[in-house]
C-alpha cells in the first residue's frame, strides 16, 4: 500500500501516531527517535502545524544587584 492510496483521515492518524511516539519518548536523542524526527518532517512540516508563539520577555523593574555594581553604584 503506497501513501497515495490512504485516505485524508488515515494520514493524518498516522502522522499523529508518529508525532505521539516522537513527543512521548523518554530519550529525546535515542537513535529511534533520531531517525523518526525527519519522516515526521517530511510527512507534516512543523510550520503547517498551528502553534501559539511565545510572549515577548518583560523588562525587569530594576536591574539586578550585579549590574549596579559594575554601573559603580552600590546598596548600603
Known amino acids: 500500500m503506497a501513501w497515495d492510496d ?16 516522537v513527543d512521548g519518548d523518554g530519550y529525546p536523542l535515542s537513535p529511534r527517535v533520531r531517525r523518526r524526527k525527519p ?8 510550520a503547517a502545524l498551528p502553534g501559539e508563539a511565545y510572549p515577548a520577555p518583560r523588562r525587569s ?3 539586578s ?5 559594575l554601573r559603580g553604584r552600590r546598596r548600603r
Request: net charge negative; charged share 30%.
Open 65 to 69: 544587584h550585579l549590574y549596579a555594581k
Open 6 to 21: 490512504l485516505t485524508a483521515e488515515e494520514r493524518a492518524e498516522l502522522v499523529a501516531l508518529l508525532r505521539q511516539a
Open 61 to 63: 523593574a530594576e536591574p
Open 39 to 46: 519522516i515526521l518532517e517530511k510527512l507534516a512540516p512543523l
